[in-house]
């Protein structure tokens, strides 16, 4: 049964994601129905002007980095676990089609198309706010169908979405080359691994390519090297641990196989003009 997140966001800062600092990684996949206003934003590296009636589409460790919104931004976002939203996704789409949404996970929707995601998020939400009732928390029956009609539901919705995209983004665009299948191994691999293997020799040689052919492709393909990649990911993650998480420098250094914690500090302040600490006691 899918375990599914559903959040209504507007321009209230309480109520936006915790990604306005830096690059949050996202562990599901999601979309993100924008319903008035605007924002912008940044997903994977690659910035977006986000307007009233569009889908944003992410994928598990994708990074979304929050830019700013206008104040009268509201939106709907919904998620759910990795294996089960894909296991929807591979019904109706294949690894190409995958990636081709992955590089371009914004379009803008019809009114009839608004209509239709919104029956369904409608219904979700009644059902949920049902499902919050003593009457049927008591009755584990009854609780138990309410669960598997949101469960439904949230299908109904992502197979909605995959249309829409089907519609428009997969008939228009190429289907992927040799480059594009190189790029989209680096990004499954990195994503693997970026704690522990930092050289870009690692990853090249996971491809059976030189270092040298296989930037130059990572560079062509997404406009970044791979250690720009690289730094990206290990920065993100150590921002989000000082601030979000109770781990000392030393122990965050530990968990992203820095060498020592000295040698993280001169590279934390070299890419962001601040040490860790500072960092931290700033916020």
Known sequence: MVDIMFKEIDGSMDNILNAELSPVQMDNVGVCLMLAGSADITLDGNYYHIESKSLVMYFPNSFLHILGYSPDMRAVLLGGDVGDVMQVLDKVTDTDNVLLIRSNPTIAVTDAELESLMLYIRFYMENSKRMSSDDVRKNRRLFHVCRIQNNSLYNCFALEVIKIFAGRTLQNKDIPDRKDEIFGKFITMLCANYREQHEVAYYAESQYLSCRYF??????????????????MLLAEAKNLLLHSSLLIKEISDRLNFPNQSYFGKWFKKQTGVSPLDFKSAI
Do not use: A, L, R
Not at 225 to 230: A, D, F, G, R, S
């Open 215 to 232: 930037s130059s492709i990572v560079k062509m393909t997404s406009g970044k090297t791979p250690m720009q990649w690289i730094t990206m």
